[in-house]
């Protein structure tokens, strides 16, 4: 049996098998998931013969620990023909183990998978993940539906609306804190999109905050007509300019459930666009990589591995990689402009609020001493208008961001 080299030592405390993070594993599978090439990292972690590896089913590496819930999502998702990220512990053929994030893709004739090893921090808030969920599935006996289920459940209370998120995040995390423990740049294309991300994720913070700060004002039609009412025929205009006031929180309504409240708003299809463009740029210059060192390290491998048939098929794939990126910058270019357009509406609407504004500043000053209670409300509307503006005007600055990113990024692709 071909045994580790020496830079592959054992952790007595964890029995885990070590490995260098310039270190790349490959292998392809074919639609049952069974092993059909693999490069020397891949054979010589996972401790097996090479006779050993071809023609067995890839769960041969698959560790005990590993929840089933995991690879139900997994392999969901390569199904469905969606490139899929994820944390693996797989076990090598002596029991030890060793941890990998993997890229798995659907591929002519089945699927294809280049790992890297993790170092950052979501790598040990995962494992911790994992191990409630091989609990809930032995002791509770939760089916692997279920088990994913509530790993996608999990990761929301975390943060991550759906599985695309998440995984973009992870494959980010684990290549920059890999790249800055090796002193390697990360390249334009990635830090482009981690720019993007950062901009759609400060927009949301904006978007939110402005929401409720528009909720906030939501009983000034119904605080109006009480002032109105106690003022009998001298509050006629109050009223209004209540029945004005509500129309507008009517549109107001429509536009942050169109464009920024749900999953299937505006915002989230740019978000989403954007994650999955950074999950493949990240992806695609990992594959990048491994193409390198298939063509630059010399290594033993079978006859029935062909390595330029291999590398050949990687340029392949990355190229894929690379044309859906370019069809997710598309949309995010659709949705920020549809999204820029939206913003100059709720604009319109903060004009709105600023004409209510001042008429009740009028309607104040004609009632004297009776209008101390409209003065509250225009106090209220005047910290409400400047709040939505400024908020709006960084929205729209990030808007710009994004756009900006988007433009340049067509052209380094």
């Given at each position: 049996m071909t045994d580790l080299s020496p830079s592959l030592v054992n952790d007595a405390s964890a029995n885990e098998a070590s490995f260098h993070l310039n270190e790349l594993f490959y292998s392809r599978t074919d639609t049952r998931g069974v092993i059909r090439a693999g490069n020397s990292v891949f054979h010589r972690v996972a401790g097996f013969e090479w006779e050993e590896?071809?023609?067995?089913?890839?769960?041969?590496?698959?560790?005990?620990?590993?929840?089933?819930?995991?690879?139900?999502?997994?392999?969901?998702?390569?199904?469905d023909g969606r490139p899929t990220g994820a944390y693996v512990k797989n076990r090598r053929k002596c029991g030890r183990f060793y941890w990998v994030f993997a890229l798995v893709s659907p591929t002519e004739g089945g699927y294809i998978s280049?790992?890297?090893?993790?170092?950052?921090?979501?790598?040990?808030?995962?494992?911790?993940l994992y191990a409630e969920m091989a609990r809930r599935e032995q002791a509770?006996?939760?089916?692997?539906a279920d088990s994913a289920a509530w790993l996608r459940a999990t990761l929301r209370e975390k943060g991550y609306p759906n599985y695309e998120m998440f995984q973009a995040d992870a494959i980010a995390a684990e290549y920059e804190a890999r790249a800055r423990q090796l002193g390697q740049p990360v390249g334009q294309v990635q830090k482009r999109f981690l720019d993007m991300s950062r901009a759609i994720g400060e927009?949301?913070?904006e978007t939110s905050e402005m929401t409720e700060a528009f909720k906030a004002i939501r009983t000034v039609p119904m605080n109006?007509?009480?002032?109105?009412?106690?003022?009998?025929?001298?509050?006629?205009?109050?009223?209004?300019?209540?029945?004005n006031y509500?129309?507008?929180?009517?549109?107001?309504?429509?536009?942050?459930?169109?464009?920024?409240?749900?999953?299937?708003?505006v915002f989230a299809k740019i978000r989403d666009a954007i994650r999955l463009g950074q999950f493949l740029g990240f992806a695609s210059v990992v594959e990048k990589e491994m193409i390198e060192i298939f063509q630059e390290i010399e290594a033993s491998y079978p006859d029935s591995i062909d390595i330029g048939a291999e590398v050949a098929l990687l340029e392949e794939h990355r190229k894929m990689y690379l044309d859906m990126t370019g069809d997710a910058l598309m949309s995010v270019e659709r949705e920020a402009r549809r999204f820029a357009r939206?913003?100059?509406?709720?604009?319109?609407?903060?004009?709105g609020l600023s004409s209510t504004r001042m008429?009740?500043?009028?309607e104040s000053a004609t009632l004297s001493g009776s209008g101390t209670a409209l003065n509250g409300i225009v106090e209220q509307l005047d910290d409400c208008q400047n709040e939505i503006e400024q908020r709006l005007a960084r929205i729209v600055e990030l808007n710009s961001v994004i756009q900006n990113n988007t433009a340049m990024l067509r052209s380094l692709i």
């Open positions: 590896l071809i023609g067995a089913p890839h769960k041969i590496v698959r560790h005990p620990d590993m929840p089933r819930g995991l690879f139900h999502l997994m392999w969901e998702r390569i199904k280049t790992r890297i090893k993790p170092s950052s921090p979501l790598h040990r808030m995962v494992t911790e509770q006996g939760v089916s692997p927009v949301q913070r109006m007509r009480l002032i109105a009412s106690r003022l009998e025929n001298a509050g006629g205009p109050i009223s209004a300019i209540s029945v509500s129309q507008m929180l009517e549109e107001m309504t429509t536009w942050v459930n169109t464009f920024v409240d749900g999953e299937a708003c939206s913003v100059l509406d709720m604009k319109r609407y903060v004009t008429m009740c500043k009028i």
